[in-house]
């Protein structure tokens, strides 16, 4: 069993909509999720961490965790067609980062 | 912001030779750096683990005589691919991990931007 799952999508919303992004993870002691957005051929940069059950906003972005049903997802408000990328779920544990295999959003205009 | 550099930012070499690779923090110091690889339509794969002063430990599945990481410094570690082989060809990226802990358990990785070896 895979530490950190993703559907791999592709995800495709129109412009201005909602994108949710999902991501479950398989150790149930994690303490602390990040999701990372990564575009072709560059390397991932981190979009924002949650470590407390409910939901963290920045921007147009809402993190979510549900630690009791090991699930964590990430909300894009106002999607715009510069957020198609590939978003990765991370989770730290035991001194390492475990990363989901990515989910690929389009944003059509 | 953290900063983390890599060198070189792409490489070309022939099969049997061998590649260097270098990760820099700019400006903090780094006592952890880990070292991923990703091939095309995949997900970020941690090779090794590499801590200042001590021996790099290597995920299951990596060959740690091929894949050879010094991390001589708080701010520098290196990855040398030896007697690389096209199979070797992939993006490998490096990150930094802050030493000040995020809400008192956690950490923060910078990652630095990467670096795209093709064997051929």
């Known amino acids: 069993q895979k530490e950190v799952e993703q559907n791999s999508g592709p995800l495709s919303v129109p412009e201005g909509a909602i994108a949710s992004l999902n991501c479950t993870y398989s150790?149930?002691?994690?303490?602390?999720f990040f999701w990372y957005r990564q575009y072709s051929g560059k390397s991932p940069e981190l979009i924002m961490f949650?470590?407390?059950?409910g939901d963290k906003e920045d921007g147009r972005f809402t993190a979510q965790l549900n630690k009791a049903s090991q699930y964590v997802s990430l909300l894009i408000r106002d999607s715009q067609p510069s957020d198609s990328a590939t978003y990765l779920c991370?989770?730290?544990?035991?001194?390492?980062?475990?990363f989901g295999s990515g989910t690929k959003l389009n944003v059509k205009p | 912001g953290a900063v983390v550099s890599q060198h070189p930012s792409w490489v070309i070499c022939k099969s049997g030779t061998s590649v260097k690779i270098e990760c820099r923090s700019l400006d903090f110091q780094a006592t952890t750096m880990f070292w991923y690889r990703q091939f095309p339509k995949q997900s970020l794969m941690l090779m090794a683990t590499s801590n200042e002063g001590s021996k790099a430990t290597y995920e299951q599945g990596v060959e740690k005589d091929k894949f050879l990481i010094n991390h001589a410094s708080l701010t520098l570690s290196t990855l040398t691919v030896t007697s690389a082989h096209p199979e070797d060809s992939s993006f490998y990226i490096c990150?930094?991990?802050?030493?000040?802990?995020?809400?008192?358990?956690?950490?923060?990785?910078?990652f630095g931007p990467g670096t795209r070896l093709t064997v051929t």
């Open positions: 990150s930094a991990r802050d030493t000040f802990l995020l809400a008192g358990f956690s950490y923060e990785q910078y």
């Open positions: 150790d149930r002691g994690s303490q602390s």
């Open positions: 949650i470590y407390s059950n």
């Open positions: 991370a989770v730290y544990n035991f001194n390492k980062f475990y």
